[in-house]
């Protein structure tokens, strides 16, 4: 298995080491994973097209309906890991390389999938190439995306000779694919402690992401008197807190990841913060109430300091239940595997609404994912790709 020859040819693109990756849609960091995916289809002969919505689909065998498709991300969040998207992809052609040197022949295309901007780390919005697939996210809604410099979707995608007027939900794209496997690390520790190299996934977290902004008035650090400060920084502060003690009542999980400061100065007192709440929990009620109840005490700590606050919805993605008949399918083809929920989102997960999908999880001794200490051993990525031959030898063979 020539896991780790491939593995490397991934490896020096758009950062890695103590730093960690940062390869944000259509950058040319993207722009070099995408190349990087043609080449590998071009290797294996398999034809490969970048649909209306910034995603690539490698065929082995005519595109057309009941295809059986695996795949993920290449993109990657801030200081990321090498294995939280590529891992999946990677898999993907080596698992096809698996079935045609075993001769199969499938009765069924098989594709392999690069999904655009999963981690939403550039835009703000996760998983944006499988939401405008499915519709979930509206090309309007999506043109209109800005990053951090003002630069709109629509533009990073022009830059990128892509095309944003063609984006929107794919009725022919969806039409080919007959079920999805996405093989993805385990972002937590769940398969170590239980000794297994790999298992599948039985349902996502509901999460979203909120943007907190908080309007003051900026002023002078050495001369405004604390009485007549309205300092965005200090109702900001306190919502960080609050969010950690809601998580804590309510059994989620809260995240302040991302803050923007203006003017950001040391010397001066901010005028605007922006800050981003990540929020997941086991139900979509949860959500709803941590976040109901954050937003509530960001509104109260604002007044206490004569600060406006806005809470937006950036996105939201309800639970996930990962259809039973696929799941236990694929678990029966690997001779039975422990199936598992994650709080983390995945382009499986929207996709589940529009055709069966399903996951497959490795083992990730760290148990840490969005950092570079995010790590599975070569063996289990072997053991991997096998895991996922045999799936898609079932899948479209019988
Ligand atoms: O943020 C997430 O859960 C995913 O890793 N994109
Ligand atoms: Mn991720
Ligand atoms: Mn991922």
Redesign the pocket.
């Known amino acids: 298995m020539a896991f780790e020859r491939e593995w490397g040819t991934l490896a020096g693109i758009g950062g890695g080491g103590a730093g960690g990756y940062h390869r944000f849609a259509w950058t040319p960091a993207d722009l070099a994973l995408r190349a990087w995916f043609r080449e590998q289809a071009a290797r294996r002969d398999m034809a490969c097209e970048q649909d209306r919505n910034g995603n690539l689909w490698a065929w082995w065998g005519t595109p057309g309906p009941g295809a059986v498709v695996t795949g993920s991300h290449l993109d990657s969040v801030p200081g990321g890991g090498a294995f ?1 998207g590529p891992l999946g992809v990677v898999s993907a052609f080596l698992a096809i390389d698996v079935l045609r040197e075993r001769g199969v022949e499938p009765a069924r295309p098989i594709a392999v999938v690069d999904f655009a901007d ?3 780390a550039r835009f703000g919005v ?2 944006v190439g499988s939401r405008l697939l499915t519709g979930v996210l509206t090309p309007d809604d999506a043109r209109a995306l800005r990053d951090g410099d003002g630069v709109t979707l629509a533009e990073a995608m022009r830059a990128a000779d892509a095309d944003p007027d063609a984006l929107g939900r794919d009725e022919r794209a969806l039409e080919r694919i007959g079920s999805f496997v996405e093989m993805h690390v385990e ?1 937590g520790r769940a398969l170590d402690d239980l000794g297994a190299r790999v298992g599948v996934a039985s349902a996502i977290w509901p ?1 979203g992401r909120w943007r907190c902004t908080f309007h003051g008035v900026a002023d002078h650090a050495g001369t405004t008197r604390l009485a007549d400060r309205h300092d965005p920084m200090q109702p900001f502060a306190s919502t960080v807190l609050a969010a950690r003690g809601m998580a804590e009542r309510f059994g989620g999980l809260a995240t302040f990841g991302k803050v923007r400061v203006e003017p950001g100065a040391t010397n001066a007192i901010p005028s605007r913060v922006d800050a981003w709440l990540d929020c997941r929990a086991p139900d979509e009620t949860t959500v709803t109430r941590m976040v109901k109840e954050i937003g509530a005490a960001a509104r109260r700590a604002a007044g206490l300091h004569d600060v406006r606050v806005e809470v937006v919805t950036e996105s939201s993605t309800p639970l996930v239940e990962f259809g039973d008949a696929l799941r236990d399918r694929i678990s029966a083809a690997l001779g039975g595997v422990p199936a598992l929920p994650t ?4 382009d499986a997960g929207v996709l589940s609404a529009s055709v069966p999908a399903a996951m497959l999880f490795v083992r990730n001794p760290t148990g840490v994912s ?1 950092s570079p200490a995010e790590h599975a051993e070569t063996g289990d990525c072997v053991t991997g790709v096998f895991a996922l031959a045999a799936v898609l030898e079932d899948l479209a063979c019988r």
């Open positions: 939280d999963e981690e939403g996760a998983c972002q999460h709080g983390a989102g995945h969005h």
